[in-house]
């Protein structure tokens, strides 16, 4: 069993900041790719932001130079620095991991998610 548990979400100001985690826990062999997504009401699972096994990362435009994504990998965690947010950028952002487990399977992993509102 693997779990996926975001942390840090809650209410900031416009132009503030915040700093999600997500840590993966249980038979864990190894985590792959990692991403952030995030749902705003009423709108459709976007993707915010990716980091390979490598460290190598890729952003939504709307995100670029603004959140930074990052990942321990003795701690099995990834973070999202997300700084100047937006009013627009209330969300429930998920973390989402390719993990494959001590049991040998490689699977898609989600979250439930971690809600941020963004005060105008």
């Known amino acids: 069993q693997v779990q996926l548990v975001e942390s840090g979400g809650g209410l900031v100001q416009a132009g503030g900041s915040l700093r999600l985690s997500c840590a993966a826990s249980g038979s864990i062999f190894s985590i792959n790719a990692m991403r952030w997504y995030r749902q705003a009401p009423g709108k459709q699972r976007e993707l915010v932001a990716h980091?390979?096994?490598?460290?190598?990362?890729n952003y939504a435009d709307s995100v670029m130079g603004r959140f930074t994504i990052s990942r321990d990998n003795a701690k099995n965690t990834v973070y999202l620095q997300m700084n100047s947010l937006e009013p627009e950028e209330k969300a429930v952002y998920y973390c989402n991991g390719i993990i494959a487990t001590t049991g040998g399977s490689v699977r898609k992993y989600w979250g439930k998610g971690t809600k941020v509102t963004v005060s105008s």
């Open positions: 980091i390979s096994n490598s460290g190598s990362t």
